[in-house]
Protein backbone atom coordinates (compact mmCIF):
# COMPACT_ATOMS: atom_id res chain seq x y z
CA UNK A 1 0.00 0.00 0.00
CA UNK A 2 0.86 3.11 -1.15
CA UNK A 3 2.73 5.41 2.17
CA UNK A 4 0.72 8.66 1.78
CA UNK A 5 -2.31 6.96 0.75
CA UNK A 6 -2.07 5.55 4.36
CA UNK A 7 -0.65 8.41 6.05
CA UNK A 8 -3.63 10.39 4.55
CA UNK A 9 -6.05 7.95 5.90
CA UNK A 10 -4.30 8.01 9.49
CA UNK A 11 -4.48 11.13 9.95
CA UNK A 12 -8.30 11.39 8.68
CA UNK A 13 -8.96 9.08 11.27
CA UNK A 14 -9.87 6.83 8.54
CA UNK A 15 -9.41 3.98 11.05
CA UNK A 16 -11.61 4.54 14.11
CA UNK A 17 -14.46 2.50 14.02
CA UNK A 18 -17.22 2.31 16.93
CA UNK A 19 -17.49 0.61 20.20
CA UNK A 20 -17.20 -2.88 20.53
CA UNK A 21 -20.55 -3.10 21.73
CA UNK A 22 -22.01 -2.12 18.86
CA UNK A 23 -19.93 -3.83 16.24
CA UNK A 24 -21.85 -6.08 13.37
CA UNK A 25 -19.72 -9.21 13.19
CA UNK A 26 -19.42 -9.01 9.72
CA UNK A 27 -16.64 -6.59 10.25
CA UNK A 28 -15.16 -8.80 11.48
CA UNK A 29 -12.22 -9.64 8.77
CA UNK A 30 -11.91 -5.45 8.63
CA UNK A 31 -10.78 -5.09 11.92
CA UNK A 32 -7.07 -4.98 12.81
CA UNK A 33 -7.28 -3.90 16.70
CA UNK A 34 -9.56 -2.78 19.62
CA UNK A 35 -8.46 0.08 21.67
CA UNK A 36 -9.55 1.27 24.94
CA UNK A 37 -13.42 0.07 24.19
CA UNK A 38 -13.42 0.67 20.38
CA UNK A 39 -12.58 -1.14 16.83
CA UNK A 40 -9.67 0.23 14.86
CA UNK A 41 -10.31 -0.60 11.03
CA UNK A 42 -7.18 -2.76 9.00
CA UNK A 43 -6.13 0.18 6.50
CA UNK A 44 -4.70 -2.21 4.63
CA UNK A 45 -7.50 -4.06 4.04
CA UNK A 46 -9.35 -0.35 3.43
CA UNK A 47 -6.69 0.80 1.02
CA UNK A 48 -7.42 -3.12 -0.92
CA UNK A 49 -10.87 -2.04 -1.13
CA UNK A 50 -10.35 1.85 -2.18
CA UNK A 51 -8.54 0.16 -5.05
CA UNK A 52 -11.07 -2.20 -6.03
CA UNK A 53 -13.91 -0.18 -5.92
CA UNK A 54 -12.24 2.65 -7.41
CA UNK A 55 -11.24 0.24 -10.62
CA UNK A 56 -14.71 -0.28 -11.03
CA UNK A 57 -16.17 3.56 -10.56
CA UNK A 58 -13.56 4.18 -13.23
CA UNK A 59 -14.76 1.55 -15.69
CA UNK A 60 -18.48 3.13 -14.97
CA UNK A 61 -17.37 6.53 -15.59
CA UNK A 62 -15.73 5.62 -18.79
CA UNK A 63 -18.70 3.85 -20.31
CA UNK A 64 -20.49 7.40 -19.95
CA UNK A 65 -22.55 5.98 -17.31
CA UNK A 66 -24.17 7.97 -13.93
CA UNK A 67 -22.78 7.40 -10.56
CA UNK A 68 -25.58 8.63 -7.68
CA UNK A 69 -23.97 9.79 -4.53
CA UNK A 70 -26.10 9.39 -1.08
CA UNK A 71 -25.39 10.99 2.06
CA UNK A 72 -27.78 12.72 3.97
CA UNK A 73 -25.73 13.21 7.46
CA UNK A 74 -24.84 16.70 8.31
CA UNK A 75 -21.13 16.25 8.21
CA UNK A 76 -21.48 14.59 5.09
CA UNK A 77 -24.03 16.55 3.22
CA UNK A 78 -21.27 19.59 2.06
CA UNK A 79 -18.69 17.46 1.16
CA UNK A 80 -20.62 14.97 -0.83
CA UNK A 81 -22.44 17.43 -3.17
CA UNK A 82 -18.97 19.22 -3.81
CA UNK A 83 -17.39 15.89 -4.84
CA UNK A 84 -20.44 15.06 -6.87
CA UNK A 85 -20.82 18.39 -8.88
CA UNK A 86 -16.79 18.54 -9.43
CA UNK A 87 -17.29 15.25 -11.52
CA UNK A 88 -20.83 16.06 -13.03
CA UNK A 89 -22.08 13.25 -11.27
CA UNK A 90 -25.84 13.86 -9.40
CA UNK A 91 -26.14 13.01 -5.79
CA UNK A 92 -28.89 13.04 -3.21
CA UNK A 93 -27.66 15.05 0.21
CA UNK A 94 -31.11 15.63 1.80
CA UNK A 95 -33.61 13.51 3.73
CA UNK A 96 -34.39 10.30 1.22
CA UNK A 97 -37.63 10.16 -0.55
CA UNK A 98 -38.71 6.72 -0.24
CA UNK A 99 -38.96 5.50 -4.50
CA UNK A 100 -36.76 7.53 -5.42
CA UNK A 101 -35.54 5.25 -7.46
CA UNK A 102 -37.91 2.38 -7.45
CA UNK A 103 -40.41 5.10 -8.75
CA UNK A 104 -38.04 7.01 -10.83
CA UNK A 105 -41.05 7.42 -13.30
CA UNK A 106 -42.74 9.70 -10.64
CA UNK A 107 -39.78 11.00 -9.47
CA UNK A 108 -39.60 12.13 -12.98
CA UNK A 109 -42.50 14.14 -13.55
CA UNK A 110 -41.67 15.72 -10.13
CA UNK A 111 -38.92 17.26 -12.18
CA UNK A 112 -41.01 17.90 -15.24
CA UNK A 113 -42.89 19.87 -13.16
CA UNK A 114 -40.44 21.70 -11.46
CA UNK A 115 -38.94 22.30 -15.49
CA UNK A 116 -42.62 23.75 -16.05
CA UNK A 117 -42.44 26.27 -13.63
CA UNK A 118 -39.09 27.76 -14.53
CA UNK A 119 -40.98 28.07 -18.34
CA UNK A 120 -43.90 29.89 -16.43
CA UNK A 121 -41.75 32.41 -14.52
CA UNK A 122 -40.16 33.06 -18.15
CA UNK A 123 -43.14 32.81 -21.09
CA UNK A 124 -45.16 35.13 -19.00
CA UNK A 125 -47.62 33.19 -17.27
CA UNK A 126 -46.60 34.29 -14.33
CA UNK A 127 -47.97 37.77 -15.25
CA UNK A 128 -51.26 36.39 -15.71
CA UNK A 129 -52.04 34.87 -12.02
CA UNK A 130 -52.46 36.32 -8.88
CA UNK A 131 -49.83 37.27 -6.53
CA UNK A 132 -51.17 34.39 -4.22
CA UNK A 133 -51.15 31.66 -7.00
CA UNK A 134 -47.15 32.76 -7.51
CA UNK A 135 -45.96 33.13 -4.59
CA UNK A 136 -47.74 29.35 -3.53
CA UNK A 137 -45.87 28.07 -7.37
CA UNK A 138 -42.95 29.45 -6.22
CA UNK A 139 -42.95 27.85 -2.97
CA UNK A 140 -43.56 24.64 -4.48
CA UNK A 141 -40.35 24.94 -6.63
CA UNK A 142 -38.39 25.53 -3.81
CA UNK A 143 -39.44 22.49 -2.00
CA UNK A 144 -38.39 20.39 -5.10
CA UNK A 145 -35.50 22.11 -5.81
CA UNK A 146 -34.51 21.54 -2.42
CA UNK A 147 -35.26 17.36 -2.83
CA UNK A 148 -34.49 17.01 -6.37
CA UNK A 149 -32.66 19.62 -7.73
CA UNK A 150 -29.79 17.88 -7.67
CA UNK A 151 -30.38 15.00 -9.66
CA UNK A 152 -32.75 17.36 -11.93
CA UNK A 153 -30.36 16.05 -14.98
CA UNK A 154 -30.69 12.37 -14.21
CA UNK A 155 -33.06 11.43 -16.87
CA UNK A 156 -32.74 7.61 -16.44
CA UNK A 157 -31.73 5.21 -13.12
CA UNK A 158 -28.29 5.76 -12.71
CA UNK A 159 -26.03 2.64 -13.25
CA UNK A 160 -24.07 2.50 -10.21
CA UNK A 161 -24.74 4.82 -6.34
CA UNK A 162 -22.19 5.52 -3.50
CA UNK A 163 -23.45 5.84 0.30
CA UNK A 164 -21.95 7.28 3.25
CA UNK A 165 -23.52 5.32 6.07
CA UNK A 166 -25.16 2.41 4.52
CA UNK A 167 -27.47 2.16 8.44
CA UNK A 168 -28.08 5.55 7.86
CA UNK A 169 -29.30 5.09 4.03
CA UNK A 170 -30.99 1.56 4.53
CA UNK A 171 -33.58 2.22 2.04
CA UNK A 172 -31.56 4.07 -0.92
CA UNK A 173 -29.32 0.87 -0.26
CA UNK A 174 -32.69 -1.55 -0.56
CA UNK A 175 -33.95 0.15 -3.71
CA UNK A 176 -30.73 0.07 -5.44
CA UNK A 177 -30.46 -3.75 -4.70
CA UNK A 178 -33.79 -4.22 -5.73
CA UNK A 179 -33.49 -2.86 -8.89
CA UNK A 180 -29.94 -4.69 -9.62
CA UNK A 181 -28.20 -0.65 -9.44
CA UNK A 182 -24.32 -1.69 -8.31
CA UNK A 183 -23.52 -0.22 -4.80
CA UNK A 184 -20.59 1.23 -2.91
CA UNK A 185 -20.46 2.33 0.56
CA UNK A 186 -18.15 3.37 3.01
CA UNK A 187 -19.36 0.93 5.59
CA UNK A 188 -18.32 2.03 9.49
CA UNK A 189 -17.66 -1.46 11.84
CA UNK A 190 -21.07 -1.11 12.86
CA UNK A 191 -22.62 -2.08 9.46
CA UNK A 192 -23.01 -5.33 7.52
CA UNK A 193 -20.35 -4.87 4.76
CA UNK A 194 -22.38 -7.82 2.68
CA UNK A 195 -25.29 -5.76 1.80
CA UNK A 196 -23.37 -3.84 -1.01
CA UNK A 197 -21.45 -4.50 -3.82
CA UNK A 198 -18.15 -2.56 -2.78
CA UNK A 199 -17.57 -2.19 0.51
CA UNK A 200 -14.67 -0.12 2.05
CA UNK A 201 -14.28 -0.51 5.93
CA UNK A 202 -13.86 3.28 6.81
CA UNK A 203 -15.12 5.43 9.50
CA UNK A 204 -18.74 7.26 7.51
CA UNK A 205 -18.84 9.96 10.67
CA UNK A 206 -15.72 11.83 11.23
CA UNK A 207 -16.35 14.97 7.88
CA UNK A 208 -12.43 13.81 7.31
CA UNK A 209 -12.50 10.32 6.86
CA UNK A 210 -15.59 10.82 4.78
CA UNK A 211 -13.90 13.59 2.79
CA UNK A 212 -10.56 11.56 2.09
CA UNK A 213 -12.56 8.26 0.76
CA UNK A 214 -14.67 9.97 -1.27
CA UNK A 215 -11.93 11.73 -2.76
CA UNK A 216 -10.51 8.90 -3.73
CA UNK A 217 -13.53 7.65 -5.36
CA UNK A 218 -13.85 11.12 -7.49
CA UNK A 219 -9.88 10.43 -8.55
CA UNK A 220 -10.91 7.16 -9.89
CA UNK A 221 -13.93 8.69 -11.64
CA UNK A 222 -11.89 11.68 -13.00
CA UNK A 223 -9.62 8.80 -14.51
CA UNK A 224 -12.44 7.04 -16.47
CA UNK A 225 -13.89 10.53 -17.70
CA UNK A 226 -10.48 11.41 -18.82
CA UNK A 227 -10.13 8.06 -20.87
CA UNK A 228 -13.32 8.24 -22.51
CA UNK A 229 -12.79 12.04 -23.59
CA UNK A 230 -9.53 10.44 -24.96
CA UNK A 231 -11.28 7.43 -26.67
CA UNK A 232 -13.84 10.04 -28.33
CA UNK A 233 -11.05 12.60 -29.91
CA UNK A 234 -9.30 9.66 -30.80
CA UNK A 235 -12.55 8.09 -32.29
CA UNK A 236 -13.60 11.52 -34.17
CA UNK A 237 -10.14 12.26 -35.50
CA UNK A 238 -10.41 8.38 -36.77
CA UNK A 239 -13.73 9.12 -38.41
CA UNK A 240 -12.25 12.82 -39.96
CA UNK A 241 -9.30 11.01 -41.48
CA UNK A 242 -11.84 8.12 -42.69
CA UNK A 243 -13.75 11.07 -44.11
CA UNK A 244 -11.01 12.94 -45.16
CA UNK A 245 -9.73 10.30 -46.94
CA UNK A 246 -12.98 9.56 -49.05
CA UNK A 247 -13.49 12.71 -50.40
CA UNK A 248 -9.56 12.72 -51.65
CA UNK A 249 -10.42 9.42 -53.33
CA UNK A 250 -13.52 10.88 -54.32
CA UNK A 251 -11.85 14.15 -56.00
CA UNK A 252 -8.83 11.80 -57.44
CA UNK A 253 -11.98 10.12 -59.27
CA UNK A 254 -13.45 12.97 -60.81
CA UNK A 255 -10.17 14.33 -61.62
CA UNK A 256 -8.97 11.14 -63.43
CA UNK A 257 -12.50 10.64 -65.20
CA UNK A 258 -12.22 14.57 -65.85
CA UNK A 259 -8.82 13.99 -67.63
CA UNK A 260 -9.87 10.88 -69.76
CA UNK A 261 -12.86 12.62 -70.81
CA UNK A 262 -10.21 15.75 -72.12
CA UNK A 263 -7.76 13.48 -73.74
CA UNK A 264 -11.26 11.48 -75.34
CA UNK A 265 -11.81 15.74 -76.79
CA UNK A 266 -8.68 15.16 -78.01
CA UNK A 267 -8.60 11.97 -79.64
CA UNK A 268 -12.00 13.12 -81.44
CA UNK A 269 -10.95 16.59 -83.12
CA UNK A 270 -7.54 15.18 -83.52
CA UNK A 271 -9.83 12.58 -85.58
CA UNK A 272 -12.08 15.04 -87.50
CA UNK A 273 -8.87 17.62 -88.42
CA UNK A 274 -7.33 14.11 -89.99
CA UNK A 275 -11.08 13.86 -91.82
CA UNK A 276 -11.08 17.52 -92.92
CA UNK A 277 -7.73 17.48 -94.68
CA UNK A 278 -8.49 14.18 -96.59
Do not use: C
Not at 244 to 252: F, G, H, L, R, S
Amino acid sequence: MENKRFEEMLQAGVHFGHLKRKWNPAMAPYIFDEKKGIHVIDLNKTSAKIDEAGAALKQIAKSGKKILFVATKKQAKEIVAEAASSVNMPYVTERWSGGMLTNFATVRKAIKKMSNIDKMATDGTFDNISKRERLQITRQREKLEKTLGSIADLTRLPSAIFIVDINKEHIAVAEAKRLGIVTFAMVDTNSNPNEVDFAIPANDDASKSIETITSYMVEFIKEGLSERKADKDKADKAKEAEAKAKADAKAEKAEAKEAKEEKKEEVTSSEEKTEESK
